[in-house]
C-alpha cells in the first residue's frame, strides 16, 4: 500500500541552524501539507500547498518556514534559522485530488530537537 | 471549547470491551476524520465521514456525525490490546487547501 515517507526520523540541530525535513507524498497525490506537535499538544496545521504553491498558511508558518517541491517527488519544510520552540515532531500529510477524496495520509514525523 | 475537542480525555477499558469517545467542533464543516497515534509515531488514518453522513462502519469501528450538534463519536467495539493508542478528530471546514484542525485527542487503554 502506497504511504508517505518523511526523512530523516529523528534531527537535532542547534539553535540559529537552518533544517530541511523531506517528505515524499504519495505518488498520485498532488495536494501537501505539513503539520507540527509539540510534545504533549495538538496537533497543528503549518501550510497546505498545490499547484506549486501555498493554498494556505497558519500564523505559525512565518517567514523562517518555507516549502518547496524541488522535484516530482519531494516535499520539504525548510526552517531558516531554528529556535528552541521549533523543538517537535513534524508530519507530512498528502491527499489526492480525486473528487471528493479527501482524506489526508500522513508520514511517520521527523522528531525535530533544537538545542 | 477549541475546534475538534474530544472527551474522554482519558479511557481505561479491558479487552473485549467497546470504546466510545466523543469529539465537539464549532464551525461548520465539510468533513470529519479519526485518526489513531501509537505512542511517539505517526497518525494512521482511520475513517473519514462526510457532511451529508450520519453513520460510517469500517471494521470495528463506527462513527456518528450529527451536524445539528456539531459533534462526532468514535465507537470501537470488541477492543484488543492493539487498540492501545491516542485517537484524534480531525475537522476539514472546507478552507483552501482543505487544512485539518485537530482535537487534543482520547488517549485509550486497553488492559489484557
Known amino acids: 500500500e502506497p504511504e508517505v515517507t518523511q526523512t530523516p526520523s529523528h534531527q537535532v540541530t542547534q539553535m540559529g541552524q537552518e533544517v530541511i525535513l523531506r517528505c515524499v507524498p504519495i505518488s498520485n497525490h498532488l495536494y501537501f501539507y505539513w503539520y507540527r506537535q509539540i510534545l504533549g499538544q495538538k496537533v497543528e496545521f503549518l501550510v497546505s500547498?498545490?499547484?506549486?504553491?501555498?493554498?494556505?498558511k497558519s500564523e505559525i508558518f512565518d517567514d523562517q518556514f518555507s516549502v518547496e517541491r524541488p522535484d516530482g517527488s519531494n516535499f520539504t519544510l525548510k526552517i531558516r534559522s531554528t529556535k528552541l520552540e521549533d523543538s517537535a515532531m513534524y508530519f507530512c500529510?498528502?491527499?489526492?485530488?480525486?473528487?471528493?477524496?479527501?482524506?489526508?495520509?500522513f508520514g511517520p514525523g521527523t522528531r525535530l530537537t533544537v538545542t | 471549547s477549541q475546534q475538534g475537542e474530544e472527551d474522554p480525555q482519558a479511557l481505561s477499558i479491558q479487552e473485549g470491551e467497546n470504546a466510545t469517545m466523543n469529539c465537539s467542533y464549532k464551525t461548520s464543516i465539510n468533513n470529519l476524520q479519526w485518526y489513531r497515534q501509537n505512542s511517539g509515531r505517526g497518525l494512521v488514518h482511520l475513517i473519514l465521514?462526510?457532511?451529508?453522513?450520519r453513520e460510517k462502519h469500517s471494521g470495528r469501528l463506527r462513527v456518528t456525525l450529527d451536524t445539528s450538534k456539531k459533534s462526532s463519536s468514535l465507537l470501537i467495539t470488541a477492543s484488543r490490546a492493539a487498540d492501545t493508542a491516542s485517537y484524534f478528530c480531525?475537522?476539514?471546514?472546507?478552507?483552501?487547501?482543505?487544512?485539518?484542525?485537530f482535537g487534543g485527542g482520547t488517549r485509550v487503554l486497553v488492559k489484557p
Open positions: 500529510a498528502s491527499r489526492s485530488t480525486g473528487t471528493d477524496l479527501y482524506e489526508q495520509y
Open positions: 465521514i462526510r457532511s451529508n453522513e
Open positions: 500547498f498545490y499547484n506549486n504553491e501555498i493554498s494556505e
Open positions: 480531525a475537522t476539514d471546514a472546507n478552507a483552501a487547501g482543505n487544512k485539518l484542525t
